[in-house]
């Protein structure tokens, strides 16, 4: 049974929202939800804007429709909503069949409003534990490395870390990157209250870039003496993660440490040992050390995510 009523939740620091949009590329997103065992204790709201005409009834602008043009759409509206309920209850049953508590999952349903990844945003703002969505959805061309709602909403929601459902096989093996910044910090602190002491690999990633290649040999004595001191940071911030995964319950056989030295771009680096490692989950902070107020994500994560085009993403 669909359930269409919105749960006015006072605390939903505890549940994710999963943002859908009936197209089997976004069941997938459920799949990644019984598949990532840490996320089994975690109440689930199923989240869809309906819309009862077509996408292409807002390229009109405001030409009136003809009375059987009007049939036609009214028509398509009321099968996409027996299509809808169908997916949403559909959903719900097999999170259910494979482990979640029923009283845990609600199905949402709302009218747009203000067009699709603004209701998305307007609804993720209201304090959940992370928003769910997938980097592409029903209509996206199979060349993008993400659909136009998507992202809409990494740029504009800030505040409510955002999981981007990849298509990688889920094996419970994430990779953090770390920079010792403020963003990575609440990225070790996100991963660590969703594992805590459930069985998954974690690997502390630390990439940092060959300072040669701008400075040229005449600096190299300076130049090693500055990679020296960025090294003893970045470790310290190593040291930190590994101490608070562990205050969490993450055991210390299952934290890996990786420091990359001498490489050109820490993007491609991050997805490169996140593939040797063989990560499912790539965790990163919306904004890493120079977090720049003008930016609502930072360079690094932005390159990460086109260049992890299969893997899931948590972008705190």
């Not at 307007?122 to 209509?139: D, N, P, T, W």
């Not at 991963?191 to 690997?203: F, L």
């Not at 930190?240 to 210390?252: D, E, N, S």
Request: glycine share 8%; net charge positive.
């Amino acid at each position: 049974m669909t359930e269409n009523n919105v749960n006015q939740r006072e605390d939903n620091s505890n549940t994710i929202l999963v943002a859908l949009d009936g197209s089997e590329r976004s069941m997938k997103t459920v799949e990644y939800l019984y598949d990532f065992k840490p996320f089994s204790d975690k109440k689930i709201i199923l989240y869809h804007i309906f819309s009862d005409v077509p996408e292409s009834y807002w390229d009109m602008g405001t030409t009136p429709f003809s009375r059987s043009g009007a049939a036609q759409i009214k028509g398509w509206g009321e099968q996409r909503r027996f299509t809808i309920d169908d997916f949403m209850d559909r959903a719900r049953n097999i999170l259910i069949s494979t482990g979640y508590k029923p009283q845990d999952i609600s199905i949402v349903i709302k009218e747009r409003q203000k067009g699709i990844a603004r209701d998305i945003i307007s609804e993720a703002q209201k304090g959940y534990f992370a928003l769910l969505i997938r980097r592409r959805g029903y209509g996206a061309l199979l060349h993008m490395i993400m659909g136009s709602t998507t992202t809409k909403v990494i740029e504009k929601l800030s505040g409510t870390p955002i999981i981007l459902a990849g298509l990688n096989k889920i094996r419970n093996s994430v990779l953090i990157g770390i920079d010792g910044s403020d963003g990575s910090d609440k990225a070790v602190e996100f991963t660590a209250n969703v594992v805590g002491n459930k069985n998954c690999k974690i690997v502390l990633c630390t990439v940092l870039r060959d300072f040669d290649i701008y400075t040229g040999d005449r600096n190299r004595k300076n130049v090693s003496d500055c990679v020296d001191c960025v090294f003893e940071e970045v470790e310290t911030a190593m040291r930190r993660a590994a101490q608070t995964l562990q205050k969490a319950g993450v055991k210390a056989s299952d934290i890996e440490r990786k420091i990359i030295t001498g490489v050109g771009t820490r993007a491609g680096a991050i997805a490169k040992a996140a593939e040797e490692e063989k990560c499912d989950t790539i965790i990163l902070g919306r904004r890493g050390r120079s977090n720049v107020n003008d930016f609502s994500i930072g360079r690094v994560t932005w390159k990460v995510i086109h260049a992890a085009r299969e893997m899931t993403m948590w972008i705190i």
